[in-house]
């Protein structure tokens, strides 16, 4: 009997601290929390919201160069009643009004010559351009515009073909859209092909994934990043598989930064667990578990990242808080006995969380403390989560895809749009090129 009541107990606790978890204290993303849960892992300093003292700031600026001037005369009479228009100006004071022009389709026709042999009777007329494969076909700025409001800010098809004829009057079928992005992604292959090997030439890469629908089923968004440049993958697994479709992490030998999925594990790359996933988790521990060596590991964490991050960190600060790490994984272990196996289960015994996690830290110690010792090595996996974001976005905006190939498709143009903006490169010059036929490419040895 007492051997249920202790298991129903920690069933219980469980659920509880399942129903209890939020961003702070999990992996569960922020959309999910109430609006007034998600609490900071950040320091404060004090300073008041908004500009500091001393910041330089920003405001719109004259131009040089003007499309056209408006000369205001003045007319009518000075106070004392003397006419102005008797008097001449001595200089003018400017002001500048910075709006776009009327949008409307330009409408090119190219008008071959026929010509008929008088020898043979041949009938033959000039060759057209390659980008007038038809009678009427729109530009290369539509189909960029298409693109850029579908794959860059996730504007669903049916309003991006609004929003087109709202601005120049045309008005492009969904078809029209999906063949864009598919004539988009075929030309973005080299692009695709050189991104992968500057990649593997990155000495630390960033990886992370999240759900993404096709039909309805669930599928996977994978991304491989670091500050320069950003691959997106699109498969049916979440699992090595997809890493292996994507043919870029089990190549790699250097620093993978990741948040301890166990398919990450499986690659030959140098490790680096996420700081932030682990602050995460000892938080719900110490909170929902009442795990104090969670809590005390937590802060010491904290503490010596700061230090790290302050540039006050000393080899003896790093040696003590490594002692001290492995200590209250010791506790933790003792805090958490192993759980005995369940006579007729098979398989292995289920063990608490916070067992669960302080082996994984002593398991993983190196890759958890690489921060501390490899110089360039960052703390957290925020990189690729602020990669992975705009994937939960379009997921909550426009939904999923129709087919796989449209997700694989809409991933390349992704790793086009991110690379760019990341380089400081037009995104919008960049997909208006593409379909010009001279795709401006970014810089694969940043």
Not at 225 to 251: I, K, W
Not at 273 to 299: K, N, T, V
């Amino acid at each position: 009997m007492e051997a249920q009541l202790a298991e129903v107990l920690g069933r219980l606790q469980a659920l509880e601290a399942r129903l209890a978890q939020d961003s702070t204290t999990s992996s569960q993303p922020p959309s999910k929390d109430q609006p007034w849960v998600p609490k900071s892992e950040r320091q404060k300093t004090g300073r008041s919201s908004g500009a500091q003292h001393g910041h330089v700031g920003k405001t719109l600026k004259m131009a040089e160069h003007v499309d056209e001037v408006v000369v205001l005369p003045l007319t009518g009479h000075c106070a004392c009643g003397h006419a102005w228009e008797s008097v001449n100006a001595q200089g003018q004071v400017a002001r500048q009004v910075m709006d776009l022009p009327e949008l409307c389709l330009q409408v090119t026709e190219y008008r071959a010559d026929v010509k008929v042999c008088p020898g043979c009777r041949h009938r033959q007329h000039a060759p057209f351009p390659d980008h007038v494969p038809g009678q009427v076909q729109y530009g290369p700025r539509v189909h960029g515009l298409a693109v850029y409001l579908n794959a860059a800010h996730f504007v669903p098809l049916e309003r991006t073909s609004e929003i087109l004829e709202a601005l120049c009057g045309a008005r492009p079928s969904d078809g029209t859209i999906v063949l864009n992005l598919q004539l988009a992604a075929d030309r973005l292959v080299d692009f695709e092909t050189q991104l992968k090997a500057a990649l593997l030439q990155r000495p630390v890469l960033h990886a992370d994934e999240t759900g993404s629908k096709v039909n309805g089923k669930l599928q996977w968004m994978h991304v491989v990043s670091c500050a320069q440049l950003t691959l997106y993958g699109h498969h049916a697994h979440r699992g090595f598989a997809a890493l292996e479709a994507m043919n870029v992490l089990p190549q790699f030998k250097g620093l993978l930064m990741h948040d301890a999925w166990s398919m990450y594990f499986k690659l030959s790359a140098k490790h680096v667990l996420c700081g932030a996933h682990l602050l995460r988790e000892l938080r719900g521990l110490a909170e929902h578990h009442a795990q104090i060596w969670a809590g005390e590991l937590r802060d010491a964490l904290r503490l010596v990242y700061h230090q790290q991050k302050d540039g006050t960190i000393t080899p003896e600060l790093v040696v003590a808080f490594e002692r001290r790490f492995d200590a209250l994984l010791d506790a933790g272990l003792k805090a958490n006995p192993p759980a005995l196996p369940v006579p007729g289960r098979r398989g292995r015994t289920k063990q608490t969380p916070g067992r669960n996690l302080a082996l994984r830290c002593q398991q993983h110690r190196e890759a958890v403390l690489r921060f501390l010792h490899d110089e360039g090595v960052p703390f957290d996996n925020n990189q690729a989560e602020r990669d992975i974001r705009p994937w939960c976005v379009k997921r909550k905006v426009s939904g999923g895809f129709r087919s796989e190939e449209g997700g694989q498709h809409f991933a390349r143009i992704r790793s086009y749009i991110s690379t760019l903006r990341k380089q400081g490169l037009n995104v919008w010059h960049g997909l208006v090129s593409v379909f010009r036929g001279d795709v401006i490419m970014p810089s694969f040895c940043c």
